[in-house]
């Protein structure tokens, strides 16, 4: 089972299904199994206690083809090399895949930050930038945050590049806050474009986002980010959440503050009072019966032993990797519109695309535009994905709406290597 859910042997099975269904050339399949480059660093960093700890660390560049490769930066205590393989594999599909000028990258660290206080992080912070400096710039590789990292975090992680190379420069990682030229927008984008691809999923079902009950799994900013603009802009009812240590189920509805006071509280929304709520677990909450399912949490939840008892009519891969291929195949023969991660999350990356030309041409925008931009990028990768999937059902061939998205952007890549001469 440990091998079955390996994040990378999973990210490489998709590619190869993916291939052998559009024909790939093998020349180009062989270049696009692996990374073109692995770093794994051992990083001492002098602690707030006086005592030095050497932590392990990792930033991958996979593919650059069509440009820097993007991707963010992990603080985990379950980091692995493996996972930030993969999703640097899952960051090179969904730039191509937003038809955005990047290839794919990820880092991470193995730590854990609720054990460290703002000088320890803000220590390790600087130290991985040191130890990276060489292998990132904006025409480079460009991180971002992630799982455990914020804009403080990158804004310490810009600095210490600033001071490596000798002078300021903004567009070397992005998610940064807004007073070193972050941009208006990012925070919320990866959750906004997710909802833009929600609504058109919704019409494509005939569904009403306003009658549409919602369970979101995970807490984080992008399970909040869900929350707050699924009722904002589509006004559906979010009836289930969760974090770490478990969710909450009201079918009348949930509400945020009351949420957000018992996570401060209690330490989970477990903690929420309600006449006509109860408390859940992470497994019973995938498995309610509603309208749209978001995954927003972490790798491999939507599994080959759960996929039968999924209930929802679409089911929105707003974490990366949160459906393995046995259950994709098994929701896809069930008729549940499972949307891919790299598309229905790729808001994220399309966000700091944004935030990167802003830094490097000086002119930045108002929300209102950033907004308007990505609402129309991350909808023509949907409905592209969806024409793609349609293409291939003309020709008597049925593939999911994965093995589609997989097959734009991999073509997409692959054409780039051709015409660059690498095979």
Same mark, same amino acid.
């Given at each position: ?48 206690? #006086? ?20 991707? *963010? ?16 594999? &899952? ?61 403080? =975090? ?9 001071? %490596? ?15 070193? &030229? ?10 906004? *474009? ?52 478990? *969710?909450?189920?009201?079918?009348? #509805? ?43 949490? =972490? ?21 990366? *990797? ?6 994709? +195949? ?19 990356? =399309? ?7 802003? +830094? ?56 780039? %290597? ?6």
């Amino acid at each position: 089972m440990a091998e079955e859910l390996n994040p990378f042997k999973i990210a490489q099975h998709q590619l190869e299904e993916a291939a052998g269904i559009m024909k790939l050339d093998r020349q180009a399949l062989d270049i696009l199994k692996e990374p073109k480059r692995t770093l794994i660093m051992n990083i001492p960093v002098k602690m707030s206690n #006086g005592k030095t700890q050497t932590f392990t660390a990792f930033r991958v560049r996979y593919n650059d083809a069509l440009g820097p490769a993007k991707g *963010g930066i992990r603080f985990h205590p379950q980091e692995s090399v493996d996972t930030v393989k993969a999703l640097s594999a &899952w960051m090179t599909w969904k730039c191509s895949l937003a038809e955005i000028p990047f290839g794919g990258g990820k880092g991470g660290v193995i730590c854990d930050t609720k054990k460290m206080n703002d000088k320890d992080l803000e220590a390790l912070s600087r130290a991985y930038a040191r130890a990276v400096f060489k292998d990132i710039g904006p025409d480079v590789d460009i991180p971002a945050p992630d799982v455990y990292t914020t804009p403080q =975090i990158m804004a310490w992680i810009m600095d210490e590049y600033a001071n %490596m190379v000798g002078h300021n420069e903004f567009g070397v990682i992005t998610g940064k806050p807004v007073e070193i &030229w972050g941009s208006e927008g990012r925070m919320d984008s990866t959750a906004l *474009g997710g909802m833009f691809v929600m609504r058109e999923a919704a019409k494509m079902l005939k569904l009403n986002p306003k009658k549409a009950t919602i369970a979101v799994q995970g807490f984080g900013n992008a399970g909040k980010f869900a929350y707050t603009l699924s009722k904002k802009v589509l006004g559906s009812k979010v009836v289930a959440i969760s974090d770490s240590e478990g *969710g909450v189920y009201d079918p009348t #509805g949930l509400d945020l503050d009351k949420l957000e006071e018992a996570k401060q509280k209690t330490g989970s929304v477990q903690g929420y009072k309600s006449k006509t709520a109860r408390k859940i677990t992470n497994e019973e909450l995938l498995e309610l019966k509603v309208d749209i399912l978001i995954p927003a949490a =972490i790798e491999n939840q939507v599994k080959e032993d759960n996929a039968d008892r999924i209930n929802c009519k679409l089911l929105l891969e707003l974490a990366n *990797g949160p459906v393995t291929p046995e259950a994709t +195949n098994i929701l896809f023969e069930r008729k549940i519109l499972d949307l891919p991660d790299f598309l229905v999350n790729s808001g994220g990356v =399309i966000g700091s695309y944004f935030e990167w030309v802003q +830094n490097r041409t000086g002119y930045y925008w108002e929300t209102e535009r950033f907004d308007a931009e990505l609402d129309k990028k991350i909808t023509t990768s949907f409905k592209e994905t969806m024409a793609m999937q349609k293409a291939y059902a003309d020709k008597g061939e049925k593939i999911n709406p994965r093995m589609a998205a997989y097959i734009i952007a991999i073509d997409r890549v692959a054409k780039a %290597m051709k015409v660059r001469g690498w095979y």
